[in-house]
């Protein structure tokens, strides 16, 4: 089992930045890949940014040069940094793990851009 925690969500203007850290509940040394996931009114969750162990980094077009994902193992967490924040990044952003075939998930952070 692996508990995720999200933080650093908030209300921010366009072209603002936000940083959402999560946190896990066991060493993510061992967890295969690591990542967002937002979900907007009305839509599917759909892929932010993936980090597996080894460092290999995975973006969504939409994200790319604006988002950067990173792993601090020693403390067990993960990071999103969102620079030139738009409107439409408007969304509740989950942690998502995946580990031994199994899939856990945060309880979700909300961002809200305006315009």
């Known amino acids: 089992q692996v508990q995720l925690v999200e933080s650093g969500g908030g209300l921010v203007q366009a072209g603002g930045s936000l940083r959402l850290s999560c946190a896990a509940s066991?060493?993510?040394?061992?967890?295969?890949?690591m990542g967002w996931y937002r979900q907007a009114p009305g839509k599917q969750r759909e892929l932010v940014a993936a980090?597996?162990?080894?460092?290999?980094?995975n973006y969504a077009d939409s994200a790319k040069g604006r988002f950067t994902i990173s792993r601090d193992n020693a403390k067990n967490t993960i990071v999103l940094q969102m620079n030139g924040l738009k409107p439409e990044d408007t969304a509740v952003y989950y942690c998502?793990?995946?580990?031994?075939?199994?899939?856990?998930w945060g309880q979700g952070t909300q961002v809200t851009v305006s315009s």
């Open positions: 980090i597996s162990s080894g460092g290999s980094t």
């Open positions: 998502h793990a995946r580990w031994i075939l199994s899939a856990y």
């Open positions: 066991r060493s993510i040394r061992v967890i295969d890949v």
